[in-house]
């Protein structure tokens, strides 16, 4: 395995002393952002991390190496090149052994951050069953991901493209604690809350990091998703994103997007048809959840 992966000095040196690392992923700078907005969230939310003290580890493929932590040449290079393939855990081996460069979305992102020994891991918005998933069976592989792999998630729930009933009821069959920061309801990415209850609400992070302790000192072998909501003054209410999501949705089907493609075409559209607002939210809900989640793996050092 070792001759597939390189981590970072710096991150290597901080998992050897027990030092917080927080695992990003890369799907959402090569396919979730456009150009110079992704390099600078990318390097915003690096900053983030340090400044708790923590150490940040973005992963991607490059030129078929697994890289766990970037340096910014790298991180550029994920940003703006068109040759970088979205990765989910299924297409890690073929990026690998063909010497392609990839970016990793949630599902694939935590698998290796595990495999580096990563407990902490940030990102925007997970994926989940879409809207019509019971008939088209799309499920994302970040739910799969999430029942087996020992590391917990930061995001800022899931977007209504999304069945967030569904989605939330797999996680449930999975096995996989659901936990809202500060909040009754469960977030949707772009607004604070959605018209579903979260099965766990906790009010500081310390209690939040004793949970996923406490779940991992267990042998579980599933994630622990915190959901963590959009600051108000950042979000866009439910009602007024839900048109644009549908207009959206509508476009992709007459379009015949399929499989990996749709997300990253419906974020693209959504982006589009809101002049550039759902983009605005999108940037500071992720800092938002670095922030959250470097506090929780410090918290979690001790
Ligand atoms: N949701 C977002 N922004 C994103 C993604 C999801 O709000 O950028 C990306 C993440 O990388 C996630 C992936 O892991 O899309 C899920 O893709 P799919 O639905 O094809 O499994
Ligand atoms: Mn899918």
Not at 71 to 79: C, D, F, G, P, R
Request: aromatic share 4%; hydrophobic share 40%; charged share 20%.
């Amino acid at each position: 395995m070792k001759n597939h992966i390189e981590i970072h000095k710096e991150v290597q040196e901080a998992l050897k002393q027990g030092q917080a690392v927080v695992a990003l992923e890369s799907t959402i700078i090569a396919h979730g952002m456009p150009w110079p907005e992704n390099m600078e969230t990318a390097m915003a939310v690096e900053k983030i991390i340090r400044d708790k003290n923590a150490i940040p580890a973005t992963i991607a493929i490059l030129d078929g190496k697994i890289c766990i932590g970037l340096k910014n040449s790298q991180l550029e290079h994920v940003a703006k090149s068109k040759d970088v393939l979205k990765v989910s855990t299924r297409e890690i081996a073929y990026v690998c052994s063909s010497g392609k460069n990839g970016a990793t979305t949630v599902a694939s992102s935590m698998k290796l951050a595990s495999l580096a020994g990563i407990k902490v891991f940030v990102t925007g918005g997970t994926g989940g069953v879409h809207r019509n998933g019971e008939n088209t069976m799309d499920v994302s592989t970040d739910l799969t991901l999430m029942s087996k792999t020992p590391v917990a998630v930061v995001s800022a729930g899931v977007k209504s493209i999304l069945d967030i009933g569904l989605t939330l009821e797999t996680l449930e069959t999975l096995g996989v604690p659901v936990i809202t920061f500060r909040s009754d309801y469960f977030p949707s990415f772009y607004s604070s809350a959605s018209p579903y209850l979260s099965p766990l609400r906790m009010n500081d992070t310390a209690e939040i990091a004793k949970l996923i302790r406490t779940h991992f000192e267990l042998g579980m072998e599933s994630s622990v998703l915190v959901a963590n909501p959009v600051p108000h003054e950042n979000e866009i209410p439910y009602d007024e994103i839900e048109s644009l999501i549908q207009t959206a949705i509508n476009k992709s089907q007459r379009n015949d997007i399929k499989g990996k493609d749709i997300t990253p075409y419906l974020l693209k559209e959504i982006a589009e048809a809101s002049g550039g607002r759902s983009l605005a939210t999108n940037i500071a809900l992720i800092k938002n959840n670095a922030v959250l989640g470097a506090d929780i793996a410090k918290a979690m050092e001790f």
